[in-house]
Structures are given as structure tokens and as C-alpha cells.
């Protein structure tokens, strides 16, 4: 499992509240962008690959935060929301099915 596969929007997650989901899903993003791997990234990073998405707020500092321990793998990502967890049990399919 990558990143890419935990690109989907996690309903319910732990937090119960849309502004970590979406810093959620935009570290998952840019952690797809930039080479596919889980690893820890760093406010820096984050900051300038929002930037470069063109709507970003300081705002999500807070809740950066709060998120990112719950990027850096998988076995963390499940803990997010039943959303990615789901994902890790749903079979992957080509684009030739």
C-alpha cells in the first residue's frame, strides 16, 4: 500500500471534524506527488506543495499537527478512519478489467 491508495476522502475520521480530513487527504496527496512513499513531512514541505495548489491557509498548521502521525504508514493510516482503513481491503484492480 502507498499513499495514492489513501487519496479518498475519510469520512468519520478520528477527529470527527472536515478540516483534519482535508489536511489528511492534502498530506496523502502530496505524499503521492512526490514519489509515492510513506514518510514523515514536514510543515516546510506541506507549506510549499499547498502553496503551489493555490488554497492554502496558514490555518492548517493546527490541524497539520494533529494529522501528520497518522500519514507516515500504513499501519497508521488505518487508524485514521474506516474510510482508509477500507481501503486496505478492497482488491486492487487494473485498468484492463
Do not use: C
Not at 496527496?29 to 513531512?41: A, E, P, Q
Not at 494533529?66 to 486496505?88: G, M
Amino acid at each position: 500500500m502507498k499513499p495514492s491508495n489513501f487519496t479518498k476522502y475519510p469520512y468519520n475520521s478520528v477527529f470527527k471534524e472536515s478540516e483534519y480530513e482535508t489536511v489528511a487527504v492534502n498530506i496523502m496527496v502530496i505524499l503521492k506527488r512526490t514519489g509515492d512513499k510513506f514518510r514523515s513531512l514536514s510543515w516546510g514541505e506541506y507549506k510549499s506543495e499547498r502553496e503551489l495548489d493555490g488554497d492554502f491557509s496558514l490555518g492548517e498548521k493546527s490541524f497539520f499537527d494533529q494529522v501528520k502521525p497518522y500519514t507516515r504508514s500504513k499501519s497508521k493510516a488505518v487508524l485514521f478512519s474506516k474510510t482508509w482503513r477500507d481501503a486496505t481491503l478492497t482488491p486492487a484492480t487494473s485498468d484492463n478489467n
